[in-house]
């Protein structure tokens, strides 16, 4: 990881050419030329930019609490930084849960394939943190429901 992106992140995607390609949003920037059809912007560009920006903010949340935790305190969650992230974590989905992505099948867009990564993601990472249990019935709200990806 260290040889193909120095900042040791993922993602990180290795071109035929060897050409590492690193960042999220770069990488869809990059599908997005190189294979324009089917696009995960389709569709009100606006407002799935807006969807896609709220839950990449979350999942970055999420990213912070779990990077403090893991290398600077174990109770990084309940420091002040960390219970801010928590807000944002919090505040984040409940904005979700009351504007959600739509999906009507087919190529899902940007912003719902972010919204299942952020829902899989504090699944993933918190799923015994009590402060998520509102946040976890959200895969029972139908606009949830119908992206959660095969198992």
Not at 57 to 74: E, H, K, L, R, S
């Amino acid at each position: 990881m260290l040889k193909l992106n120095p900042a040791s992140r993922v993602p990180t995607l290795e071109l035929g050419s060897k050409l590492p390609l690193t960042e999220s949003l770069l990488i869809v920037a990059w599908l997005e030329r190189k294979i324009p059809s089917p696009s995960l912007l389709d569709g009100d560009l606006d407002r799935i930019i807006s969807r896609a920006g709220l839950a990449m903010g979350i999942i970055d949340a999420m990213a912070n609490i779990i990077t403090g935790v893991m290398q600077m305190d174990p109770n990084f969650g309940e420091t002040r930084v960390g219970l801010k992230r928590r807000r944002t974590i919090i505040t984040g989905f409940r904005q979700l849960e009351s504007d959600p992505p739509s999906y009507g099948g087919g190529t899902p867009d940007l912003a719902v394939i972010t919204a299942v990564v952020a829902v899989d993601y504090v699944r993933l990472r918190f799923k015994d943190a009590p402060w998520t249990e509102p946040i976890l019935k959200l895969e029972a709200r139908p606009a949830f429901a119908r992206t959660l990806p095969y198992v």
